[in-house]
């Protein structure tokens, strides 16, 4: 049973253009969401997270949404630059004694064209 | 970066044989997890630790033992390596909910 699911295995976006990447989850005690990137023959590297007290969260060119109602958060990359292709994990958490204890999704793999 | 050295980064091994992966931090992070990255499963947590000498069963347990003797050293071992242990595996370490730090990974082929 996938908790996290990521239902897009890739996306192409052009350069200086928005990428948006969804996120829907099954369990609604996740109250800590995070997204990481992900290049070949490296380890994940964190890049946003967001607490389920919150609806979006900026950093820079980042901005992640979450529907709590909906169980779907999304990242939004804006501009899209040729240095993000990656593959892209959302995941979950409980929180609590659950630190760092994820639950991820299957990934994205990004590729963004000059 | 944070500090977390895994080894060894590849591993070819024989089925049936015993495998050990070591993941050692310098952050002093009480929380150490075990990952291991497959084709269209994601990260799957195979183990944890939430201090010396304290440890749980993550998602994936079956087959793998981990041991954790001093706060920055977590071990993870294959008793008897099969085939479909054959992945890349992951060691992250944390201090919050809010994020995780991950090691660079170690591929294993078991064959």
């Known amino acids: 049973d996938q908790q996290v699911k990521q239902n897009s295995p890739s996306l192409s976006v052009q350069e200086g253009r928005i990428s948006i990447l969804n996120c829907d989850y099954t369990?609604?005690?996740?109250?800590?969401f995070l997204w990481y990137k992900k290049y070949p023959a490296e380890g994940p590297t964190f890049l946003i997270s967001?607490?389920?007290?919150?609806d979006k969260n900026e950093d820079g060119r980042f901005t992640v949404f979450l529907n709590k109602s909906a169980k779907h958060l999304s990242l939004h990359i804006v501009p899209s630059q040729p240095g993000d292709s990656a593959v892209y994990f959302c995941?979950?958490?409980?929180?609590?004694?659950?630190?760092?204890?994820?639950?991820f999704g299957q990934g994205t793999i990004l590729t963004v064209h000059p | 970066d944070a500090g977390i050295t895994q080894s060894p980064r590849h591993k070819v091994t024989e089925t049936g044989t015993p495998v050990t992966l070591r993941c050692h931090q310098t952050?002093?992070?009480?929380?150490m997890y075990w990952y291991r990255q497959d084709p269209g499963h994601g990260l799957r947590l195979i183990h944890y630790?939430?201090?010396?000498?304290?440890?749980d069963k993550g998602e994936v347990s079956d087959g793998y033992s981990v041991s954790r003797s001093k706060t920055e050293d977590f071990l993870l071992t294959l008793e008897s390596a099969t085939s479909s242990q054959t992945s890349v595996y992951f060691c992250?370490?944390?201090?919050?909910?809010?994020?995780?730090?991950f090691g660079q990974g170690t591929r294993l082929t078991v064959v």
């Open positions: 992250a370490i944390s201090e919050s909910a809010a994020k995780a730090f």
């Open positions: 369990n609604s005690m996740f109250d800590y």
């Open positions: 967001i607490s389920s007290i919150k």
């Open positions: 995941a979950a958490t409980t929180g609590g004694t659950s630190y760092g204890k994820l639950t």
């Open positions: 952050e002093n992070h009480r929380y």
């Open positions: 630790s939430y201090g010396v000498k304290d440890t």
